[in-house]
């Protein structure tokens, strides 16, 4: 059974990229639907990127519009249980999509800009707060400057991308956990959470019995900003996902993410060229020219490869899920605990938990390479839901802390023996 409903899965992807290449070939003749005529009527009056929702099937769907180039920003259930991805979209992606026979939902009222609530912290303001819990708590903390953001590496800014160090003793003998956010400028609750968990910990030191036994018996690694060049476009306003990388062509285009960069998450070896990921410096998901091909994944490529953390959780957003490799294929890890943890996780924080071809096929995500070429345990964390998007007001980081702090606090515990999932 197991076997017929995988050549099924592949059966019906086949015939999906025939409808997309027919598409590339036949754009011309597709007509647009009573409900589509406003947003053509959108791309007529000069918009370039239109953001959209739809109703889909199955991930083989959002595999087909991820390789075209659009920009998915998450997923989620409409009021009829039904999915639901939402997103940006070119002129030809919409073309994309109505060859696959999706009905697209233009959404007048989104603005492609962010209004970033204040209480946020820039890139200048986290590394000041990392910095005063590196001075004041030297015996547990410490800033360690892991690489440089494309930006200083052309003398146009002088951004690091910086980890907080926080442990006790002889750290490379302790079982080593990496906290990740902000692969992806815009999703500022990914970089905002990361730097609660660094504050969480040093202050509950000593006080809380969980986090004691954490700083003592492991070494925790968190690097709330992974792309601080991308973060800072973010704060001034623009949808920006990729970093800011003009070396591959374009720029910045006033407030849309189009242009310049390269997205950071599909930059990272192993499934680079297998699926997923743009070829084209333009779209949203261009993984760049070659693996590690920017500065930011170099970053974290050598501080994984040379401390070997257990367990590695990035922060993302949105879509209320835990994901788990492999991104680039339906086959399943042979790990039997990533799909055991990945599970547990999403019951702790109440999200949805499936290995991340689920979503859709993408491949060059740093899950993928950790697991695939280190064999460490890595996961990915989806913040918050639709009605949260990448901008939500601060409080609403009160709810993303509640239902992603167990799951933080349990990767720690169990990091020593991470069979300790299968156990009662």
């Given at each position: 059974?197991?076997?017929?409903?995988?050549?099924?899965?592949?059966?019906?992807?086949?015939?999906?990229?025939?409808?997309?290449?027919?598409?590339?070939?036949?754009?011309?003749?597709?007509?647009?639907?009573?409900?589509?005529?406003?947003?053509?009527?959108?791309?007529?009056?000069?918009?370039?990127?239109?953001?959209?929702?739809?109703?889909?099937?199955?991930?083989?769907?959002?595999?087909?519009?991820?390789?075209?180039?659009?920009?998915?920003?998450?997923?989620?259930?409409?009021?009829?249980?039904?999915?639901?991805?939402?997103?940006?979209?070119?002129?030809?992606?919409?073309?994309?999509?109505?060859?696959?026979?999706?009905?697209?939902?233009?959404?007048?009222?989104?603005?492609?800009?962010?209004?970033?609530?204040?209480?946020?912290?820039?890139?200048?303001?986290?590394?000041?707060?990392?910095?005063?819990?590196?001075?004041?708590?030297?015996?547990?903390?410490?800033?360690?400057?892991?690489?440089?953001?494309?930006?200083?590496?052309?003398?146009?800014?002088?951004?690091?991308?910086?980890?907080?160090?926080?442990?006790?003793?002889?750290?490379?003998?302790?079982?080593?956990?990496?906290?990740?956010?902000?692969?992806?400028?815009?999703?500022?609750?990914?970089?905002?959470?990361?730097?609660?968990?660094?504050?969480?910990?040093?202050?509950?030191?000593?006080?809380?019995?969980?986090?004691t036994a954490a700083v003592e018996g492991r070494d925790v690694w968190?690097?709330?900003?992974?792309?601080?060049?991308?973060?800072?476009?973010?704060?001034?306003?623009?949808?920006?996902?990729?970093?800011?990388?003009?070396?591959?062509?374009?720029?910045?285009i006033g407030n849309l993410s189009q242009g310049a960069g390269v997205d950071l998450n599909r930059n990272y070896s192993f499934s680079w060229n297998k699926s997923g990921g743009s070829k084209v410096p333009s779209a949203e998901t261009f993984r760049g020219p070659k693996p590690f091909s920017e500065p930011e994944t170099q970053a974290i490529r050598d501080l994984v490869a040379k401390r070997k953390p257990i367990f590695l959780m990035s922060y993302h957003s949105f879509g209320r899920e835990i994901l788990w490799p492999w991104g680039y294929t339906d086959d399943p890890p042979k790990d039997k605990r990533l799909p055991a943890i990945g599970k547990k996780l999403a019951v702790l924080a109440g999200y949805r938990g499936e290995q991340a071809c689920d979503l859709y096929v993408h491949g060059g995500i740093l899950n993928d390479w950790a697991y695939g070429e280190l064999n460490l345990l890595p996961f990915t964390t989806e913040i918050g839901g639709p009605g949260d998007g990448f901008d939500p007001p601060y409080e609403r980081m009160d709810k993303f802390w509640k239902d992603n702090l167990p799951g933080a606090m349990y990767l720690l515990k169990i990091a020593d023996n991470p069979d300790q999932v299968f156990s009662k």
């Open positions: 059974m197991i076997r017929e409903r995988k050549l099924l899965k592949t059966a019906l992807f086949s015939a999906l990229l025939v409808s997309l290449t027919a598409c590339s070939l036949e754009s011309s003749r597709i007509d647009a639907t009573s409900g589509e005529k406003e947003l053509f009527a959108a791309f007529a009056s000069g918009v370039e990127l239109a953001p959209i929702s739809f109703n889909y099937r199955d991930a083989a769907q959002l595999t087909c519009l991820d390789q075209a180039g659009m920009d998915i920003w998450g997923v989620g259930q409409d009021a009829n249980k039904a999915r639901i991805a939402y997103g940006t979209m070119t002129l030809s992606q919409l073309k994309v999509a109505q060859s696959l026979g999706l009905k697209i939902n233009y959404l007048s009222n989104v603005k492609l800009e962010n209004t970033v609530d204040s209480r946020y912290h820039n890139y200048a303001e986290t590394l000041a707060e990392l910095n005063s819990l590196a001075e004041n708590t030297p015996n547990i903390a410490h800033l360690v400057d892991i690489g440089d953001s494309w930006q200083k590496t052309q003398k146009e800014a002088d951004r690091d991308i910086c980890a907080l160090r926080i442990g006790k003793g002889d750290l490379d003998r302790k079982p080593a956990v990496l906290f990740l956010g902000e692969h992806h400028a815009r999703e500022i609750a990914s970089s905002e959470f990361v730097l609660m968990l660094a504050k969480y910990l040093v202050e509950n030191y000593g006080k809380d019995p969980d986090v968190l690097v709330p900003v992974v792309n601080p060049d991308g973060l800072e476009v973010a704060f001034r306003g623009s949808n920006w996902r990729k970093n800011t990388n003009t070396l591959y062509g374009g720029g910045i």
